[in-house]
């Protein structure tokens, strides 16, 4: 990032105009300030590395430091260095005030408030340490530690908690340490400007273990800066930070070439959002959409991506289950759709929306004071529907529901050369009385005239021999009294049967609602789905033994189950959306009431 020549005279004016240097509200508003909320030390440590983005630093590091006073690798200290442009020392003092920044209520790049220091800080530990020098300067520093405070030792004659005056400062010897060891990072080789904020008697980290709070280090900065990571290098404790997308569409990117599964890309969107009074255009809303194949989240393809099973970039979209919003490339986490468009569940992980937007539309993203979520405006919501993106969701969920419905078939047969309700359906058929041979005739005959069909039908796509491709079809068939099939049917009927050579085959309509969400829905199970075929094998056994007048029945009577299945489903999956709506209502009403 360029840094404006004049900003150290930018900077001074601002000092300048401080006439009160009391904290706020003294101790009790300090207290208060480490209860924002950051969801973890990951979190937190984002208004630090914003904060050094912003000032042009060209290497961001972080240093999770043992002091030997607790168990070994538990982290008792904390340090993000930089080396951006610096402060001049009136800064450093201004800095460390609650609302102190010259980039107050900006709309032009991340930081706005001016309240990430201090309240990141502590919300991690009781003492925070700022350094910082410009180019051709000397090193300052000032301490605030939440004891002294407490103690009355920061307080003036009139009550108030000030903050001390800078001073000359040499850096503490872990960091002076790790810049030695690390000099090869540094454009120069040393530290000659920059920042440096040290967070002490760390006792609210979300993990003490140096290994643990490294690796979510690692991972979290990788989604929350992979858009600006060109800009800057980041590290955490010596090791590189990778850039991930959550879409995972981006080639180099850390997960993308994990296995040969790929996500794929839909057709992004460029929005443009004017004022509601003059319509001038206040900024750009850009939609980028990805939807994953069925076996993104395992390890092993053959299997579900369930405990054991499930890969790296499994927990990644777990942990990011929603719409992805970043502001200014900086990601700020995720939404849920309205509930009136949509209730997500855990298949949703599947697909992806990222929302990026620029400062200039804040008002419209409701950005917290933290910076790690935002709240859209119901205008917003309504545009981004005009434009699609209702629509882009039901399609990539029913893309990922046939996916994994049609996933979990291929498995269950993957196991045994049978399916289970196949073997069990030629057992049953076994105890049956005989046919009598003119139906058993019939149904040799028709079973031989669409081997004939589909023989054709396959040696004109493939341009082999009829001869052969009904030889293959036969090897395909061989044994197998009854077998399960599937195709996507759009509006068809949810299953058929028919007879193929010897052997009945049960077509699955994949597109229906009966395969996706009861057949193969997220609640299946290799028994239920086993059951559900061995019902609609016995109603093929009679449609297939039918006389010409009950076969012509069927032949009408299906197409209207069909239809009443589809519409019945309909209207039970609003239902139970329904519910899950009053019941997550209700318990926002309990909340409320309980607050």
Request: glycine share 8%.
């Amino acid at each position: 990032m360029k840094i404006d020549k004049g900003l150290m005279l930018t900077q001074q004016a601002y000092v300048d105009s401080v006439k009160d240097w009391s904290i706020a509200a003294g101790s009790a508003f300090v207290r208060g300030m480490r209860d924002l909320g950051y969801k973890s030390s990951a979190e937190a440590l984002d208004e630090l590395i914003d904060n050094s983005y912003e000032s042009g630093a060209d290497v961001v590091h972080v240093i999770l430091h043992d002091d030997s006073t607790a168990r070994k690798n538990n982290v008792s200290q904390i340090a993000v260095i930089d080396n951006g442009c610096g402060m001049v020392p009136g800064m450093i003092r201004a800095a460390m005030r609650f609302g102190g920044t010259h980039r107050e209520n900006s709309r032009v790049s991340i930081g706005r408030y001016g309240f990430g220091l201090k309240s990141a800080a502590l919300s991690q530990g009781r003492r925070i340490e700022v350094y910082s020098q410009t180019e051709g300067g000397s090193l300052h520093g000032i301490a605030l530690d939440l004891d002294d405070i407490e103690s009355g030792k920061l307080n003036n004659e009139f009550g108030s908690v000030v903050v001390p005056q800078p001073h000359a400062a040499a850096l503490p010897a872990f960091v002076q340490k790790y810049i030695e060891d690390n000099k090869n990072r540094w454009p120069k080789g040393k530290f000659d400007k920059g920042t440096v904020v040290v967070i002490d008697k760390c006792d609210r980290l979300s993990n003490r273990s140096e290994p643990a709070l490294r690796t979510h280090f690692l991972e979290h900065f990788g989604v929350i800066y992979h858009k600006i990571q060109t800009d800057f290098s980041l590290v955490v404790n010596g090791v590189q930070v990778e850039p991930i997308d959550p879409l995972f569409l981006t080639p180099g990117f850390r997960y993308f070439d994990l296995d040969a599964d790929r996500a794929k890309a839909l057709d992004p969107l460029s929005i443009p959002i004017k004022n509601k009074d003059t319509q001038e255009v206040m900024g750009v809303v850009n939609v980028r959409y990805a939807i994953m194949p069925p076996t993104f989240l395992s390890i092993d393809k053959e299997r579900k991506a369930d405990k054991g099973n499930a890969n790296s970039r499994a927990k990644v979209l777990k942990d990011y289950l929603g719409i992805i919003v970043t502001r200014a490339n900086r990601v700020m986490g995720t939404i849920s759709p309205p509930r009136k468009w949509t209730t997500l569940t855990n298949n949703d992980r599947y697909w992806k929306i990222e929302i990026s937007f620029e400062p200039s539309l804040d008002e419209e993203f409701g950005v917290e004071t933290t910076k790690q979520s935002v709240e859209l405006s119901d205008r917003m919501w309504q545009i981004l529907k005009e434009e699609g993106c209702g629509k882009a969701i039901d399609q990539m969920r029913k893309t990922v529901k046939d996916g994994l419905s049609k996933l979990t078939v291929e498995r269950d047969t993957a196991k045994n050369k049978k399916r289970l309700s196949e073997e069990a359906a030629e057992a049953a058929s076994k105890l049956l009385p005989l046919r009598p041979r003119a139906v058993q005739e019939k149904l040799d005959k028709r079973g031989s005239e669409r081997l004939d069909q589909e023989a054709k039908k396959r040696a004109a796509e493939t341009g082999i021999p009829f001869d052969k491709a009904r030889v293959d079809i036969e090897a395909e068939l061989k044994d197998q009294a009854y077998k399960v099939a599937l195709r996507a049917v759009p509006g068809g009927n949810f299953f058929e049967v028919e007879q193929m050579g010897g052997t009945k085959l049960l077509w699955l309509n994949t597109s229906s609602r009966f395969f996706q969400e009861v057949h193969s829905g997220p609640d299946s199970t290799p028994q239920v789905r086993a059951a559900l075929e061995i019902l609609l094998f016995a109603i093929g056994d009679r449609v297939l033994d039918s006389q010409e007048e009950l076969r012509k029945w069927y032949a009408h009577e299906i197409p209207e189950w069909s239809r009443k299945v589809e519409f019945a489903l309909g209207v039970l999956a609003e239902k139970i959306a329904g519910a899950s709506v009053e019941d997550a209502e209700d318990d926002d009403a309990d909340q409320q009431t309980a607050a």
